[in-house]
């Protein structure tokens, strides 16, 4: 009878390696999705003058260590003040009269993070 020998050297450091970039990428892929998403809502639900603050808006992927964050951006800055924050949140204007914000940025993304809350919990069953 013959005698089959297996010797392993070494660990699995590069195949967790692998594994975990490639669940990163997967991640990453999913959050694109939703930060496509809440820039097109959000780019529908702005107020509009011009459209330059609709157009206006993106998103981008923060990773600080094990911290993901995605965040929705716009550039839409004017004298030194976000465009999109004064819509939202109410300015006073040169003559010292206020014009009030109109909420629409959080009805826009509700639907973007219900999605997003809906997915993690089917990933945790």
Known sequence: MKTIT????????????FLERAK???NLGVLNRYGREGVK????????????TADSWDYK????????????TNDNVVNGVNIALILQ???ATKSGT??????YINPALQPVFEEIKTQILKELK
């Open 6 to 17: 297996i010797e392993r050297q070494g660990n699995f450091k590069q195949l967790n390696s």
């Open 98 to 103: 206020w014009v009030e914000g109109i909420d």
């Open 41 to 52: 809502a959000l780019s529908q639900a702005t107020p509009e003058d011009s459209g330059t």
């Open 24 to 26: 990163e990428a997967f």
């Open 89 to 91: 949140y109410g300015h």
């Open 61 to 72: 992927i923060i990773r600080e260590g094990s911290t993901t964050t995605l965040a929705w």
